[in-house]
């Protein structure tokens, strides 16, 4: 049933279903990457922060209807290519990136290192080299960035994976940074949703 589901939003859906599906096929990969390899505190770690917290997060901005997210949903109804999975990995390095501050700032997860990470991605997850690569990217560009622009640089890259067109890009990124109340909400949405995981993994 599932199959035929799948294969009914691939030649039928939307371009959001469309998107959103490719993106939980690569959940679901990582996923069953995680399970074969073996019990251990990166891997609980990953199944936290580079799987449920990166599913929830872009389905909480693009896909589940809100009063404070319209404008983001416009992204994927509206998107120029269908690229789940880059937007996957794109949501995925985002959360690792949080995951390396709470590491560095607030010493929660004192027993594991950001370099431990890293190579344990490499080892075990397809694609791993192409994780820290893009990892690599945020860092520099969110190490230079204030807080409360770390949200629309992630937006930024998301528009940047669904549309080929420059200035379309360009003028949907404008229209959003300039919306305050799109501003604030996203603001408040993330460090209560930052939050709650952190309150799950602790548990």
Known sequence: ?????????????????????????VIVRVT???EKSGESKIKNLLITWF?????????????????????????????????G??????????????????????????????????QWIRNQITKGGLVIEKLEGFRKI???????????EY???IIKALYTDHEKRSSIIDSLRLDIDLRAALMAYSVAMITTTKRIQAH
């Open 85 to 118: 999975k880059e937007c996957a990995l794109i949501s995925q390095v985002f959360c690792l990136w949080h995951l390396e501050q709470l590491i560095r700032n607030e010493g929660i997860y004192s027993n594991c290192s950001t370099k431990e990470i890293e």
């Open 155 to 157: 937006i930024n890259e």
């Open 51 to 83: 799987v449920s917290l990166p599913w929830a997060w872009f389905e909480a901005l693009f896909i589940k209807v809100d009063t404070w997210n319209k404008p983001l949903l416009a992204v994927l109804d509206n998107a120029q290519v269908i690229n």
């Open 1 to 25: 049933m599932d199959i035929v589901r799948k294969l009914a939003i691939r030649l039928l859906g939307s371009r959001s279903q469309r998107i959103h599906s490719e993106f939980g096929d």
């Open 142 to 152: 969110l190490s230079n960035t204030p807080p409360d622009d770390w949200y629309f």
């Open 32 to 34: 069953m990457e995680l």
